[in-house]
């Protein structure tokens, strides 16, 4: 299936920077990626659709000067948490539909730790 | 909204058939069932899609009734390497509003 790639996979940093994660399409063009936060022992939570060339969608309650999105490229999209505090560590998670017999499969990259001390 | 419906847990031995069903009462006719396995700290990772009847693979089987309400991922002689967290998703690509989690299932098998 088709590949996304995610990194860094892991990081920590000081409360009150900043923390790119970037998300991929290895072998395919992805218009749409979508990030995931996701807790211990939880479920994902969808945070936002980034859509190539236009500005990202976020869901109800996820904070967009917060999480900033960038998706300049049909291969690229990355994930910016501005600021960042302890409540924002989680895993955050990117993925993007597959193309041609893959078209209806949602493939997801390897996840992001952050720890922000 | 789509929602989805899997118990919380379930416990298997090395060797068993593992069955997990999961509620879709909502779905839509362009919807695709798919089941995903995740691993702590890792991304879920595709097992199979299907759309209606069965679909099997070289890891699983799913099974969908005819009405598609419901859909059951069967893994055949589970290992302890299959303890995880499976989660199944409705929905299709341009309806991105249904990509939600639901609570997936944690799975234990034991030796």
């Known amino acids: 299936g088709a590949v996304v790639s995610q990194h860094p996979s892991w990081v920590i940093c000081k409360s009150g920077t900043s923390v790119k994660i970037e998300c991929r399409s290895l072998?395919?063009?992805?218009?749409?990626m979508f990030w995931y936060r996701q807790f211990p022992k939880q479920s994902l939570m969808l945070m936002a659709t980034?859509?190539?060339?236009?500005?990202?969608?976020?869901e109800q309650g996820v904070e967009k000067d917060k999480f900033l999105i960038n998706h300049a490229s049909l291969t690229l999209s990355t994930l910016t948490v501005t600021s960042a505090h302890p409540e924002d560590s989680s895993f955050y998670i990117c993925?993007?539909?597959?193309?041609?017999?893959?078209?209806?499969?949602?493939?997801f990259g390897s996840g992001t730790q952050l720890s922000v001390l | 909204l789509a929602k989805t419906t899997q118990p919380i847990s379930m416990d298997s031995y090395e060797g068993q058939e593992v069955n997990i069903t999961c509620s879709h009462n909502?779905?839509?006719?362009?919807?695709?069932i798919t089941w995903y396995q995740q691993f702590p700290s890792q991304g879920p990772r595709f097992i199979i899609q299907?759309?209606?009847t069965k679909v099997t693979n070289e890891v699983a089987s799913l099974f969908i009734p005819a009405d598609r309400k419901s859909s059951t991922l069967s893994l055949p002689r589970v290992s302890l390497s299959d303890t995880a967290v499976y989660y199944c998703?409705?929905?299709?690509?341009?309806?991105?509003?249904?990509?939600?989690f639901g609570t997936g299932t944690r799975l234990q098998v034991f030796p």
């Open positions: 993925s993007a539909y597959g193309q041609g017999r893959d078209n209806e499969k949602l493939f």
């Open positions: 072998d395919f063009q992805a218009t749409t």
């Open positions: 980034s859509n190539e060339g236009s500005k990202a969608t976020y």
């Open positions: 909502n779905i839509a006719t362009n919807d695709y």
């Open positions: 299907g759309y209606k």
């Open positions: 998703l409705v929905g299709d690509r341009y309806n991105t509003d249904k990509l939600i």
